[in-house]
């Protein structure tokens, strides 16, 4: 259970993050450094939100707001089910991590997310109205570098593909590519933000191998 406790309190300190430290540091930092990623990537993301297709936003918000969430405690009761100790300790190891090294980028380095920036309407309150209440109590508007949801998705189908189930694996990783590409499509995270996600996640599959001696 030691590795269920593990994932349940990373999940906790996230929640207090996003609920009682984040604001508190967002005020007393004062700076807001989108600006920054903007005069990089420019309106490239922005451009999605000017052409979305109703169909893609349903799919793409029901992967980013139910299927990812899902996948995450779906995956870690199977790991206990099925009692594939490693798949759960190196998703419980890389989530610890994950969070470790993108806790002081959301507490020191505020970026807010694209919507926010540009003045959009969610995508994800045009289709579930009344959904930004619950999801900004599981995130912020400026916890945007980098991604959590690209590192953590990632984890999720590496941590799968190690019990050698081929049909899961296949459905985790498809799972992943979707939720990638829906941070993009939505206009919810900054392509900076996606590559510091995938960065994060490589580098906790990198440093869980370096200390326990894993291919």
């Given at each position: 259970?030691?590795?269920?406790?593990?994932?349940?309190?990373?999940?906790?300190?996230?929640?207090?993050?996003?609920?009682?430290?984040?604001?508190?540091?967002?005020?007393?930092?004062?700076?807001?450094?989108?600006?920054?990623?903007?005069?990089?990537?420019?309106?490239?993301?922005?451009?999605?939100?000017?052409?979305?297709?109703?169909?893609?936003?349903?799919?793409?918000?029901?992967?980013?707001?139910?299927?990812?969430?899902?996948?995450?405690?779906f995956s870690t009761f199977y790991f206990i089910a099925t009692d594939s100790k490693?798949?759960?300790?190196?998703?419980?190891?890389?989530?610890?991590?994950?969070?470790?090294?993108?806790?002081?980028?959301?507490?020191?380095?505020?970026?807010?997310?694209?919507?926010?920036?540009?003045?959009?309407?969610?995508?994800?309150?045009?289709?579930?109205?009344?959904?930004?209440?619950?999801?900004?109590?599981?995130?912020?508007?400026?916890?945007?570098?980098?991604?959590?949801?690209?590192?953590?998705?990632?984890?999720?189908?590496?941590?799968?593909?190690?019990?050698?189930?081929?049909?899961?694996?296949?459905?985790?990783?498809?799972?992943?590519?979707?939720?990638?590409?829906?941070?993009?499509?939505?206009?919810?995270?900054?392509?900076?933000?996606?590559?510091?996600?995938?960065?994060?996640?490589?580098?906790?599959?990198?440093?869980?191998?370096?200390?326990?001696?894993?291919?």
């Amino acid at each position: 259970m030691k590795y269920f406790i593990i994932i349940f309190t990373v999940v906790l300190i996230h929640l207090l993050e996003v609920n009682i430290i984040d604001p508190y540091t967002t005020n007393l930092v004062g700076l807001d450094f989108t600006q920054i990623i903007i005069s990089i990537e420019n309106g490239i993301v922005y451009w999605f939100s000017q052409h979305w297709n109703p169909v893609l936003v349903v799919f793409f918000t029901v992967m980013y707001i139910g299927v990812y969430p899902f996948t995450l405690w779906f995956s870690t009761f199977y790991f206990i089910a099925t009692d594939s100790k490693k798949a759960l300790r190196f998703l419980a190891i890389g989530l610890s991590i994950i969070y470790i090294i993108a806790f002081p980028f959301y507490l020191f380095f505020t970026v807010s997310n694209v919507y926010t920036y540009f003045g959009i309407q969610s995508a994800l309150e045009t289709i579930i109205p009344g959904i930004n209440q619950f999801f900004y109590s599981t995130t912020t508007y400026n916890n945007c570098f980098p991604s959590l949801h690209v590192a953590v998705t990632l984890l999720i189908a590496k941590s799968v593909s190690i019990t050698q189930n081929k049909k899961f694996t296949y459905f985790v990783y498809f799972c992943a590519l979707s939720v990638i590409i829906s941070v993009i499509y939505l206009a919810i995270h900054w392509i900076i933000d996606v590559i510091g996600g995938i960065i994060i996640a490589f580098f906790a599959f990198y440093l869980y191998n370096l200390v326990f001696k894993e291919k």
